[in-house]
Nanobody
Framework: VQLQASGGGLVQAGGSLTLSCTASRIIFSAYTMSWYRQVPGKQRELVAAIQSGGTTEYADSVKGRFTISRDNTKNTVYLQMNSLKSEDTGVYYC????????WGQGTQVTVSS
């Protein structure tokens, strides 16, 4: 099983980025897919999740700014991030969970103020 995350980078505050995470060797459509964020010295925190049926949930800090979506035909989950703030800076990880869970390698997002 492999989850390959991409799309991170450096962006100015107020800007946008879209992260992608493509999975292989799993029945992608059956998995709950999530994005987590980690900054040095803090625990990894849930940013957004999307269930197999499309139900979504978001951390309060990103509601109204981030959108999680999935394309089961491409085995890919996306995180559209708008109105980025410096506090959104961190390493973003994707996770797939059904019975077991699998993590991607992380992609760095840096928001400059």
């Amino acid at each position: 099983v492999q989850l390959q995350a991409s799309g991170g980078g450096l962006v100015q505050a107020g800007g946008s980025l879209t992260l992608s995470c493509t999975a292989s060797r799993i029945i992608f459509s059956a998995y709950t897919m999530s994005w987590y964020r980690q900054v040095p010295g803090k625990q990894r925190e849930l940013v957004a999740a999307i269930q197999s049926g499309g139900t979504t949930e978001y951390a309060d800090s990103v509601k109204g700014r981030f959108t999680i979506s999935r394309d089961n035909t491409k085995n890919t989950v996306y995180l559209q991030m708008n109105s980025l703030k410096s506090e959104d800076t961190g390493v973003y990880y994707c996770k797939g969970r059904r019975i077991l869970e699998y993590w991607g390698q992380g992609t760095q997002v840096t928001v400059s103020s």
